[in-house]
């Protein structure tokens, strides 16, 4: 699919206003929460960029509590080519799996340099809105962790119309699972992170824009008169709660589809084949289990292929 999703120009926005490249933070001098959206997590992932430069050019301030934006990987945005737009998701290694002590202590690389620089605002922040995007095609999927609070807020939130619980990754800790945030007793702190559609995808930006703005009116930060016209997209007729129940990993190079999934394709019966890993069949576990992201494009060992869901009994 092609990248028509502009590239936007970050030259003022990079500055920040915190003396932390890319982060601004204004307060409101009036209680309330803390709150924090975040965008390039992964340089390859514009349209969260696209929303927060919108946030900034609109003059959207907090009315109550804080807000922080946060441009997080900077580094690998800068090396961004639509032609290779994979090249540019980080530099050294995934930004969106360090988020825990033991990675944060050890600058070995760049994105763990940059998460450095981040964690005071991450740490301070109530409530975190992270933007992302999807290697392929699909429709937007809010991901909130196994946290009761974070499905609650995802349903209070309204949009997108699939919710998935999800467990995270095997080969990292998320920036939403991070510290407070993936606490069962800190029931204050919650945390979702979007997909809003493919990355090259331009109405990704107008999910991205939908979200933020409904992500702050839940907070309390803004009111409903300063939401910039156009920006709230129609509500879902309801929405899909699904539950991850494992990942599919790849033990080596070695994978393929039995189709071309899309993701969200429910398959009726278990024990129907979804692909093939080191020749062996990959099949669903139990009736009506629904496809969750899948994606060869990352293939290599150890990373997650596909995941596999079943409606949120929760």
């Not at 309330?32 to 946030?55: F, P, Q, T, Y």
């Not at 919710?163 to 990292?172: F, L, P, Q, T």
């Not at 669903?284 to 150890?302: A, E, F, N, V, W």
Request: aromatic share 6%.
């Amino acid at each position: 699919m092609a990248f028509t999703l502009p590239v936007p120009d970050l030259a003022a926005e990079r500055q920040g206003n915190t003396g932390t490249p890319g982060v601004w933070h204004f307060g409101s001098g009036v209680p309330g929460r803390a709150v924090m959206i975040s965008a390039l997590v992964h340089g390859n992932e514009l349209c969260g960029a696209w929303a927060l430069k919108d946030v900034l050019a609109a003059g959207l301030r907090p009315r109550r509590g804080s807000l922080t934006l946060a441009f997080c990987n900077l580094d690998a945005f800068d090396r961004f080519d639509a032609s290779q737009h994979d090249a540019s998701r980080f530099i050294d290694e995934d930004m969106n799996r360090v988020w825990h002590a033991d990675k944060l202590a050890d600058p070995a690389t760049r994105e763990r340099r940059r998460a450095q620089a981040l964690r005071p605002w991450v740490a301070q922040a109530d409530w975190l809105l992270d933007l992302h995007s999807m290697h392929e095609p699909g429709l937007p999927l809010q991901l909130t962790g196994l946290l009761a609070r974070n499905v609650a807020l995802a349903r209070r939130l309204g949009t997108p119309e699939h919710v998935i619980v999800d467990a995270g990754h095997r080969d990292g800790v998320r920036m939403r699972d991070f510290g407070r945030f993936g606490d069962p007793a800190c029931e204050d702190a919650c945390a979702v992170l979007l997909e809003c559609g493919f990355h090259g995808e331009p109405a990704a930006a107008d999910v991205a824009r939908d979200q933020v703005a409904r992500f702050l009116l839940a907070a309390d930060c803004v009111d409903e008169q300063d939401v910039p016209a156009g920006w709230l997209r129609p509500l879902p007729a309801a929405q899909r709660v699904l539950e991850v129940t494992q990942a599919v990993v790849a033990p080596s190079m070695d994978v393929r589809f039995a189709q071309a999934w899309q993701g969200l394709e429910t398959l009726e019966k278990a024990g129907a084949v979804i692909g093939w890993a080191d020749g062996e069949p990959i099949l669903t576990p139990y009736d009506r289990c629904t496809l969750i992201m899948p994606s060869l494009r990352q293939l290599r060992p150890g990373v997650t292929v596909v995941r596999l869901a079943r409606d949120y009994a929760g």
